[in-house]
């Protein structure tokens, strides 16, 4: 039988668990009598827990919501989400003071390895830009996943899972290796990076083999048995991990693509556009190229001129023809 302490804690965590219990079923899950029950729900009250008890055939005990905060009790799944969300929230205006000490108290009686697990996620992590969208529905990721995968990327550790996903927009078919990151099949891969991006996550990682860079869906990864094997991780071309998903996962979905010219410096370019309509890259101190697409010629139109700046077309050709039509057009409608 537990002790008194052990049995408030065990106590404790069952009416954390779930909305209500009766006596019957907590003196069952505790092996112990009934009146035990009564006298530590009343140990639990003088601790500051409210308690409330709804008697009868029918009767129950809940958790109530009290005048102050009393301490929780959190399994190994809901501490490393807390203290996730807490290093998040440090860069939140306004609650940064408050995340930082929440997270400090948290970490202090963390165990080492739920503090290797959340050290791991955090340092694993880029995040994109804000989300764009407000009606996209965000996969299930099992939160198991995701913490290997980190544990990998901290370890540079080889990673094997399984990976199923659609075929590209354009019918690219499916390959049975590690060189592209689309099918159903076993991949051996070097994680580097996870990035949060449109309430997704997505694995930076690098084949072994062919040294290719490819951005993977963590909902569409399962993973296999650890491989033990260490890798000596190289450096990422460019080192914008976040700015390599975006471009990887926007053209997997573009019909039409186009590079523009455009008269002006790149962060002029990257403060008036979208992060995940296109990638800018810097040529000289005036000059730079916007790599965008689109579903159709039109929509890309409208992305350019929008942009409120001078630049130049040459490809693909079908564009440049339908911005000729447009000029005459418009030049026609000021006549």
Do not use: C
Request: glycine content about 8%; hydrophobic content about 45%.
């Amino acid at each position: 039988m537990l002790d008194t302490s052990s049995r408030l804690l065990a106590l404790l965590a069952l009416m954390q668990s779930r909305p209500q219990w009766t006596g019957a079923q907590l003196a069952e899950r505790l092996a112990v009598s009934g009146r035990t029950i009564r006298n530590d729900i009343e140990r639990l009250r003088t601790l500051g827990y409210p308690v409330e008890a709804e008697r009868g055939p029918a009767g129950f005990y809940r958790l109530g919501a009290g005048a102050k905060l009393p301490p929780l009790l959190l399994d190994d799944e809901e501490a490393v989400a807390v203290a996730i969300g807490l290093r998040a929230g440090r860069g939140v205006t306004g609650i940064e003071d408050s995340a930082a000490r929440a997270l400090s108290k948290l970490e202090q009686v963390l165990p080492h390895r739920l503090r290797r697990q959340v050290t791991a996620l955090h340092q694993a992590v880029s995040e994109g830009p804000d989300n764009t969208g407000t009606n996209v529905v965000a996969p299930v990721v099992d939160a198991a996943v995701l913490a290997t995968i980190a544990g990998a990327v901290r370890d540079a550790e080889l990673l094997r899972f399984d990976y199923s996903a659609p075929a590209r927009a354009d019918d690219t078919p499916r390959r049975n290796d590690a060189s592209a990151p689309f099918g159903d099949w076993p991949v051996l891969v070097e994680p580097y990076r996870l990035v949060s991006w449109e309430r997704h996550w997505y694995l930076v990682a690098r084949g072994p083999e062919t040294g290719a860079w490819h951005t993977y869906r963590a909902d569409w990864i399962t993973l296999r048995m650890a491989t033990g094997r260490r890798f000596t991780p190289v450096e990422f071309p460019g080192g914008d991990y976040a700015s390599f998903v975006l471009r990887d996962v926007a053209t997997a979905g573009w019909q039409v693509h186009a590079r523009i010219t455009v008269r002006a410096p790149a962060e002029d370019v990257l403060a008036r556009i979208n992060p995940a309509v296109g990638v800018v890259e810097a040529v000289d101190e005036s000059t730079s190229v916007l790599v965008t697409g689109a579903d159709s010629l039109e929509m890309i139109a409208v992305y350019i001129g929008m942009l409120g700046l001078d630049f130049h077309v040459t490809e693909p050709p079908e564009l440049v023809e339908h911005l000729r039509v447009l000029g005459r057009r418009y030049a026609r409608a000021v006549e």
